[in-house]
T-cell receptor, first 112, second 115 residues
Framework: DAKTTQPTSMDCAEGRAANLPCNHSTISGNEYVYWYRQIHSQGPQYIIHGLKNNETNEMASLIITEDRKSSTLILPHATLRDTAVYYCIVRPLNQAGTALIFGKGTTLSVSS | EPEVTQTPSHQVTQMGQEVILRCVPISNHLYFYWYRQILGQKVEFLVSFYNNEISEKSEIFDDQFSVERPDGSNFTLKIRSTKLEDSAMYFC?????????????FGQGTRLTVV
């Protein structure tokens, strides 16, 4: 099962920042935090990932707490097209592979 | 921008029939995955594939399923004898490496309907 806890749903006004929290209190030192999203029934879309430092790309920012037990995905200016299910995933590293294990995610609804 | 391509987008098959879902991963990627998503449920990992062999598989990936990379570009998922409960969206994904620091990119999926 997924090692993360996310709120089931969140709302955000268009143009405002969307801050999506994720708890991963049992994360180990060699595990990365990944964020994906799924718009309607499309394929999951990669957003960002990080280990312990904060990360930013053209889509979002990822803030990871110093103890690495939680993180926040920030969409700085949410648009209607950002309405989606957002998945926070802790990615294990083992000998066999590094499969992404999806949980139920957070349904973000952006409204005008 | 390179992308993972899946065909067909929708396939309808009769129960008991064999079905092959096709994927063209991003060209320089080496690590491939199949996932499925039953309507209204979460995305579930099926199998990962590297260097022409299965690296990891879930409990869902039983003897009815098989994967193959028949040539240098395609990656396929075969379901030998489909059941009604195999109806789902099937997503293929690929990544450039097998490390935890390498993102995977997903295709748009094949919707499989078993009747």
């Amino acid at each position: 099962d997924a090692k993360t806890t996310q709120p089931t749903s969140m709302d955000c006004a268009e143009g405002r920042a969307a801050n999506l929290p994720c708890n991963h209190s049992t994360i180990s030192g060699n595990e990365y935090v990944y964020w994906y999203r799924q718009i309607h029934s499309q394929g999951p879309q990669y957003i960002i990932h990080g280990l312990k430092n904060n990360e930013t790309n053209e889509m979002a920012s990822l803030i990871i707490t110093e103890d690495r037990k939680s993180s926040t995905l920030i969409l700085p200016h949410a648009t209607l097209r950002d309405t989606a299910v957002y998945y926070c995933i802790v990615r294990p590293l083992n000998q066999a592979g590094t499969a992404l294990i999806f949980g139920k995610g957070t349904t973000l609804s952006v409204s005008s | 921008e390179p992308e993972v391509t899946q065909t067909p987008s929708h396939q309808v098959t009769q129960m008991g029939q064999e079905v092959i879902l096709r994927c063209v991963p991003i060209s320089n990627h080496l690590y491939f995955y199949w996932y499925r998503q039953i309507l209204g449920q979460k995305v579930e990992f099926l199998v990962s594939f590297y260097n022409n062999e299965i690296s990891e598989k879930s409990e869902i990936f039983d003897d009815q399923f098989s994967v193959e990379r028949p040539d240098g570009s395609n990656f396929t998922l075969k379901i030998r004898s489909t059941k009604l409960e195999d109806s789902a969206m099937y997503f293929c994904a690929s990544s450039a490496a097998r490390t935890a620091n390498t993102e995977a990119f997903f295709g748009q999926g094949t919707r499989l309907t078993v009747v």
